[in-house]
């Protein structure tokens, strides 16, 4: 799960104020080349009480004062994160070692219920040669920036071309969560992100994430290109957005990145996505090229908000 390679330098920056690499390339920016969504919807199956793990729900609640809800676990769907993961899979079309990843990052805003499965080895499972993978969270709504930013180190640092990331939003939890509450999972999302990096050990540009506890007088992004956001920006960053779409409410993790997908294929070249985490008060944003998606596929449960 873990591999250790020697530092790579930052470029220094230019007279422009971009950054080129040591060979004199220009700064990278992440292309997305698929992009897949999965978004099941309907009731899950029967509820068959278990005693031992009802115990393990309470011995897990009590030190927080949270108590077991089996009435509300019990009416939710239940489908775990693996089988969100392994869902968003499958729409980005089949792939092989060639176009397949050489890095996979989970991410996710809340636990999931089912703790004896580890998302990340199960979905090494599901693809070609043998990825390096590992799991996100603790950021909140902004695990996925955190996570492609991750990634984009190790793909610099370790020659990789193509990373994977991988965000869930599992809604059913054994423990009431306030509806207020701006972590809670209104519904069962992942979107999986192929992304592709030829900015070699080049700086990344357009990338970032900084305390933002107030509402602030100018975008810390190129303001000319158009812009993918969560609702929180609206205030976060208040100004006039011509060119935005702006994500909905109850999926931390995806809402922002399920509206990206419906840009893949047919909308601007270059996009920046952003999201606010106003809990945090941290603001995070990245610079995006948009390629070509693979398959499409418009079966129920998948495709477009």
Known sequence: MFRATAPVRSAAPVADGTTDDAAGGPAGVPRLVRAGRYAPDGPGTPYVPDADREGFYRQLGDPHGMPFDRAGFAGAPRRTSAELARGALARLGPLTVADGPELVVVAYAAPDFEHSQLVASCVRESLPGEPLTFALSDQGAL?????????????????????????????????????EHPGAVRADVAVALLFEWSGAAAPVRGMGQRPWPAPGPAAPWDAGLPLVAGAGVRTAVPGVWPWATWAGTGQPATAVWSALTDLTGGGP???????????????????????????????????RR
Do not use: K, N
């Not at 994977?164 to 054994?174: H, I």
């Not at 270059?270 to 418009?298: K, M, Q, S, Y």
């Open 143 to 179: 695990a996925p920036f955190s996570a492609l930013r991750a990634g984009v180190e190790y793909a610099r640092r370790c020659g990789f071309r193509r990373l994977l990331v991988l965000a869930v939003d599992q809604s059913s939890q054994p423990f009431a969560v306030p509806a």
């Open 269 to 303: 070249a270059r996009v920046v996505v952003a999201d606010h985490d106003l809990e945090r008060g941290v603001l995070a944003h990245c610079t995006l090229d948009l390629g070509a998606p693979g398959p499409a596929d418009d079966d129920e449960g998948v495709g």
